[in-house]
């Protein structure tokens, strides 16, 4: 059973900093696709950051050059580093990943429906 655990979210003030973490319990996604969608209540699902099997990155237009989505060293986590924070990032977000080798050429990494795993989420209030 494969499970995502995300941390780091917390309530900040506007252009604060923000680190999420999410670590599989696995090695499964070590080279697979893995984002960062978020969610407000009652509100569509947005696909924030991808980064895939090579290690190419892809970042919704809103939180280009102030979000970085990376791997941790040991390929079973993932980060999404967030800098100057606005209201507008505040929602739920959530850690996804799909299983096998994937490339932001085919596979839009900002899409929700094209992951198949998810973690539980966590919150982040800017203010």
């Known amino acids: 059973h494969v499970q995502l655990v995300e941390s780091g979210g917390v309530s900040v003030q506007a252009g604060g900093s923000l680190r999420l973490s999410c670590a599989a319990s696995?090695?499964?996604?070590?080279?697979?696709?893995m984002g960062w969608i978020r969610q407000v209540s009652g509100k569509e699902r947005e696909g924030v950051a991808g980064i895939d099997s090579d290690g190419k990155t892809v970042y919704t237009d809103s939180v280009k050059d102030r979000f970085t989505v990376s791997r941790g060293d040991g390929k079973n986590t993932l980060h999404l580093q967030m800098n100057s924070l606005e209201p507008a990032d505040t929602a739920m977000y959530f850690c996804a990943a799909r299983s096998g080798y994937c490339s932001k050429i085919v596979v839009d990494l900002t899409a929700a429906d094209e992951y198949g795993y998810w973690g539980q989420g966590t919150q982040v209030t800017v203010s």
């Open positions: 696995t090695g499964t996604f070590r080279s697979a696709c």
